[in-house]
């Protein structure tokens, strides 16, 4: 579905990627993980058309999306969840959460999928009402993958899913995605939690000094040395 | 018998009807690390704002080395030796990173800096202390997230604390970086600093924490050492789930 070619990308004078070349195919998980500073918050910047690439490729199922304006790739069908959260602080709880359905038209599906978010996370039917800055960080990080979830994306994009998750909630997001992926949604997931992704994803990228170093099934990753020392700490 | 340098009793933070944090009582004992762990909206960040006077408590008391801490205005509660780390890091954006350790070192522990030659002098010092030196006179903006946690941490060193509460210092970082941090925070302990660490990170709660303290629902769950607590049954039905039960059975 996404493919991104030899793509190269930065922030004025500082170049982040170099050269990556990585696919997303439909209906798959895949996860990208690397150091901070490694560019991985860059790559989804540029596939997400927030900042323009110097050289290379952006295709969403075939079609060149490179440089395009970030609301025709949201058209498109591609949500990101970004890193920080990013709520509408003064905006309700509930509020948030129906504005990540902002471009869709199903009133009735809209209403099932938030039955289903406050499903996922109950505190936030419980502090629906609430302005959504006034919760705790772990609170509206649930409330950001809600937004992200309610927009019903073909192409969900996670950056940094589980920063400042408690350990069991991390059970409830990896039940939810492996949920929404059985229903036919792509995910890509840039993460820390190196041992979360590998146990959501089938396929992996790993991105260090903004080059693409290793790919493969997750299964072998996770036997990877380099891997192993460097991101699962073991 | 540890001593006791920061007590709290019975401390109690609502907002409006609902309590946040209820009735929490503990000992911080000097020289020790301990964790704070609950799940998320189960009031430790608010319980740590209360402790130094960053809210107001409702209900209850704190101590810190023998004298009443609460309803003490924040800066004088930095100003006795308690300093603490914010989740969302706000460096002042117009300062370089050594100039925002400088804030720390004007406005820590009676005792320190008051000129800003001397300031200057012991912000360098920290910032080599968590390796942060080579960036001291890049703008505080510039810097990714591993770098904004140790200026974070610096800042709050330059306070000259004797009690330092983090607040989810490890989250965005990769293990590497964990094991590095975990390092940085036991070499602060090693300097006869007492810490209260707020984590959801595991890996370093266990590695750090010489007791844990549990929230529940702004409640006291549980508390004690590290291997009780995280093998107690309701610390993993309401905290730690089913895939750490499961890795740390493996």
Redesign the interface.
Same mark, same amino acid.
């Given at each position: 579905m996404l493919e991104v070619r030899q793509l190269s990308a930065g922030y004025g004078a500082m170049q982040i990627l170099r050269d990556v070349t990585l696919s997303v195919p439909a209906g798959e998980i895949v996860t990208l993980?690397? !150091?901070? @500073?490694a560019g991985k918050s860059t790559l989804l910047n540029t596939v997400c058309g927030i900042i323009k690439p110097v050289g290379g490729r952006v295709l969403l199922d075939g079609t060149d999306i490179t440089g395009r304006a970030s609301e025709a790739i949201v058209a498109l069908g591609i949500t990101q969840v970004p890193?920080g959260r990013r709520l509408f602080p003064t905006m309700t709880v509930r509020d948030n959460l129906i504005l990540g359905a902002y471009r869709r038209r199903d009133a009735k599906a809209i209403a099932h999928d938030l039955a289903w978010v406050y499903e996922l996370f109950p505190?936030l039917e419980e502090r629906q009402r609430q302005a959504a800055g006034s919760? !705790? @960080?772990?609170?509206q =990080?649930?409330c950001a993958i809600g937004r992200g979830l309610m927009a019903r994306p073909r192409l969900l994009i996670l950056d940094?899913l589980s #920063? @400042? #998750?408690?350990?069991?909630? #991390?059970?409830t997001l990896?039940d939810a995605l492996t949920k929404v992926h059985h229903e036919g949604m792509t995910i890509f997931l840039v993460e =820390?939690d190196?041992?979360?992704a590998f146990?959501l994803a089938t396929t992996g990228y790993v991105l260090e000094n903004g080059r693409v170093v290793l790919s493969g099934p997750t299964s072998e990753l996770r036997a990877d040395s380099h891997v192993k020392?460097?991101? #699962? @700490?073991l | 018998m540890s001593v006791a340098i920061l007590s709290a009793r019975g401390v109690t933070k609502k907002f409006g009807g609902l309590a946040a944090v209820a009735d929490v009582t503990f000992d911080l004992h000097e020289g020790e690390i301990l964790g704070l762990i609950?799940?998320?909206?189960s009031g $430790?960040?608010?319980l740590v704002n209360v402790v130094t006077g960053a809210l107001p408590a409702t209900g209850g008391e704190v101590r810190f080395a023998d004298r009443p801490l609460t309803g003490l205005p924040w800066h004088e509660v930095g100003r006795l030796g308690v300093s603490r780390t914010f989740?969302?890091v706000k460096p002042f954006r117009n300062l370089s990173v050594v100039e925002n350790v400088m804030v720390g070192a004007l406005f820590g522990a009676r005792g320190g800096a008051r000129d800003l030659r001397t300031a200057r002098r012991q912000a360098e010092e920290v910032l080599a202390f968590v390796a942060l030196d080579h960036r001291a006179d890049a703008p505080a903006e510039g810097l990714?997230?591993?770098e904004r946690k140790r200026m974070e941490l610096a800042r709050a060193l330059a306070m000259r604390p004797r009690v330092l509460m983090l607040d989810?210092v490890m989250?965005?970082?990769?293990?590497?970086?964990?094991?590095a941090a975990v390092e940085l925070i036991k070499r602060i302990r090693d300097r006869g600093i007492t810490l209260l660490v707020i984590e959801?990170v595991? $890996?370093a709660i266990r590695n750090l924490s010489d007791r844990i303290l549990v929230l529940f629902h702004g409640q006291t769950l549980t508390e004690g050492a590290p291997g009780d607590v995280l093998n107690d049954e309701r610390v993993v039905a309401?905290?730690?789930? /089913? /895939?750490?039960a499961e890795?740390a059975r493996a």
């Open positions: 993980v690397g !150091s901070n @500073g890193e505190i919760m !705790s @960080g772990g609170e =990080q649930m940094e #920063l @400042g #998750l408690a350990p069991i909630m #991390l059970d990896v =820390q190196v041992a979360t146990d020392k460097a991101y #699962l @700490g | 609950g799940p998320n909206g $430790k960040t608010t989740q969302v990714n997230v591993p989810e989250a965005g970082l990769n293990p590497a970086e964990i094991d959801h595991m $890996k309401a905290y730690l789930g /089913r /895939r750490y890795a």
